[in-house]
């Protein structure tokens, strides 16, 4: 069993950056690949970064050089910094804890999720 709890979210104005963090329970969290997805009204959940036990890294597309995932096992978190964020980029995001890399699909456990507004 892994538990979740997001932190950061927030309103942030275009251009500007903003942190996420997702803390984990389990001694099992360095085995575990990790994520973030983000789920704008009327859209469905996207998948937006991950990374493996051992630091490799996925991005979506929409967030290639501007977002960056990392990971540190010793605390159990892993983050999600935001740079240059856009107005497209608001949405509920969620972190995920998943047995797959980089598809996320299997044994996924979620976080509860944080709202990130970017204004314009």
């Known amino acids: 069993q892994v538990q979740l709890v997001e932190s950061g979210g927030g309103l942030v104005q275009a251009g500007g950056s903003l942190r996420l963090s997702c803390a984990a329970s389990?001694?099992?969290?360095?085995?575990?690949?990790m994520g973030w997805f983000r789920q704008a009204p009327g859209k469905e959940r996207e998948r937006v970064a991950a990374i493996s036990w051992n630091g490799d890294t996925y991005y979506a597309d929409s967030v290639k050089g501007r977002f960056t995932i990392s990971r540190d096992n010793a605390r159990n978190t892993v983050y999600l910094q935001m740079n240059s964020p856009k107005p497209e980029d608001t949405a509920v995001y969620y972190c995920?804890?998943?047995?797959?890399?980089?598809?996320?699909?299997?044994?996924?456990?979620w976080g509860q999720g944080t709202q990130v507004t970017v204004s314009s």
């Open positions: 389990g001694r099992t969290f360095s085995s575990y690949a």
């Open positions: 995920a804890a998943a047995l797959t890399f980089p598809t996320m699909k299997s044994g996924t456990y």
